[in-house]
């Protein structure tokens, strides 16, 4: 077994509740791994799903199907207290807002308390004080200059490596970043990108790093995978994904760039308005947009084929009938 995560065959789907209501695949079949020590970007636009597969992954939700397999044991069977105690010890998060996660009538060094009283409740005193400060300047803070302020007296950038130092605090092996750097200023999330390259190489941590910003995806990972309305369109290695792009999806979001090193955004793409009904779409549900579509894409779903070394696409355009 070489990976740390692999995630088998992942589905969640939302119902709306309501009498004529809605199912949502959310997440439609979704499988992948992580190595250790790699980074990996979930990249897609708004609505693909990327969020909910990291909640999953969290066990923040329960799947409606599919395995989670770390370190080769199925989380989805993990208790309450095996998740507490020793699951999220070894994964961690850091999501979006960093205001959001922080209590603005408290400190911000008390972000610190969870994680101590349930992974070093043993660590106390001048130990615990300097773990912290280890911690802060590892992810290039000084602490004297955040110790003890209030969250409103911070910028959101530090608050953000704040939230990264404690998430990193426990050396945990799989480090999820929702968006983790989407709210900071650009000079200050290329910091924070290569800090979390640097710890990687020092202590070996995985990152899935989720993003709906493409060019932060080549930038930091090793590995790519591109998601579309809860499937995975294309992935593989970051460097063939990114020049040999195979999906008419992911050439659709490159096509127009001219320069590797210019911003990749979406491109003002909107999730359409029948959300409902294109999320269950029995062919490829890029379909409806793909200019190369025939028939068999809005009857059949594509499976994942691995068409070169280590990259892998889901389009009939390859075969995967
Ligand atoms: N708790 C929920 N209840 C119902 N629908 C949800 C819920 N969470 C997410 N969704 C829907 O699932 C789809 C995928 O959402 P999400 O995972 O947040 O995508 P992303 O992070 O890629 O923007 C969206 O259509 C979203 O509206
Ligand atoms: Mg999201």
Redesign the pocket.
Do not use: N, Q, R, W
């Given at each position: 077994m070489s990976e740390l995560l692999r995630v088998e065959h992942l589905t969640k789907i939302?119902t709306?509740g309501l009498i004529g209501g809605y199912e949502?695949r959310?997440?439609d079949d979704v499988s992948f791994e992580v190595k250790p020590g790699e980074i990996v970007s979930l990249v897609?636009?708004?609505?693909?799903?990327?969020?909910?597969?990291g909640?999953l992954i969290l066990r923040l939700?329960t799947p409606t199907s599919g395995r989670i397999l770390f370190e080769g044991e199925d989380i989805t069977e993990f208790s309450k207290k095996r998740l507490k105690t020793d699951y999220y010890r070894k994964v961690q998060a850091v999501f979006q807002d960093p205001f959001a996660s922080f209590n603005l009538l408290h400190e911000v060094d008390r972000a610190f308390d969870l994680v101590f009283s349930s992974f070093l409740p043993e660590v106390k005193g001048e130990e615990r004080e300097e773990m912290i400060n280890e911690a802060l300047r590892n992810v290039g803070l000084n602490p004297s200059e955040v110790r003890g302020k209030y969250p409103h007296q911070l910028s959101g950038g530090q608050l953000q490596r704040i939230l990264i130092a404690r998430a990193l605090l426990v050396k945990p092996k799989l480090l999820i970043a929702?968006e983790a750097v989407s709210m900071l200023d650009a000079s200050t999330r290329i910091d924070v990108l290569n800090l979390l390259g640097d710890f990687r190489d020092r202590y070996g941590t995985s990152v899935l790093f989720?993003t709906?910003d493409l060019a932060l995806g080549y930038y930091i990972s090793d590995s790519t995978i591109i998601?579309y309305r809860?499937t995975i369109a294309e992935m593989g290695d970051t460097e063939r994904v990114f020049h040999n792009p195979l999906h008419p999806y992911t050439q659709m979001l490159l096509e127009s760039v001219p320069d590797i090193n210019v911003k990749w955004e979406f491109r003002g793409i909107e999730?359409e308005k029948e959300?409902g009904a294109v999320?269950s779409i029995q062919g490829c549900r890029y379909a409806p947009r793909c200019p190369k579509a025939r028939d068999v894409c809005f009857k059949l779903r594509p499976k994942l084929i691995e068409v070169e070394k280590n990259h892998w696409v889901a389009c009939h355009l390859y075969g995967g009938e």
């Open positions: 939302f709306s949502i959310a997440v897609g636009e708004s609505g693909s799903g990327k969020t909910t597969v909640k939700l929702d989720v709906h998601m809860g999730p959300e999320y």
